[in-house]
C-alpha cells in the first residue's frame, strides 16, 4: 500500500506538522517491481477550517507530499505552491 502524507505552509492555520491525505492499495509485489497507482487529490482536499471566517479554507503557500508505505518510511517527496487563498462554504 503506498501512503500519501502532506505538509502545509507555516504560518497561517492550526495543521499537524504532516497529514495522511489518501492511500492507493497495490497488488503484491516481487522485490524490485514496480507499479503505477493513482491518489487524486484537490485543493479541497488540503482545506482546513477557519473559525474567524466561518468557512473552510486552503491556505496559499508551498505544501509537501510525502509519499511512502508508511508515516515513518517515506520514500518520495515532492512540494506544490499554491498561489491564491481559496476559501469554501458549504
Known amino acids: 500500500m503506498l501512503q500519501l502524507y502532506v505538509s502545509a505552509p507555516s504560518g497561517g492555520l492550526d495543521k499537524p506538522m504532516r497529514e495522511l491525505k ?4 497495490t497488488r503484491l509485489l516481487a522485490p524490485g517491481e514496480i507499479e503505477t497507482v493513482e491518489i487524486p487529490i484537490s485543493l479541497q482536499d488540503l482545506a482546513s477550517w477557519n473559525e474567524k471566517k466561518g468557512c473552510w ?3 496559499r503557500g508551498i505544501y509537501h507530499f510525502c509519499f511512502g508505505i508508511s508515516a515513518d518510511k517515506m520514500q518520495t517527496e515532492c512540494s506544490v505552491r499554491v498561489k491564491n487563498d481559496y476559501l469554501y462554504r458549504e
Open 57 to 59: 479554507e486552503t491556505a
Open 22 to 25: 489518501g492511500f492507493a492499495k
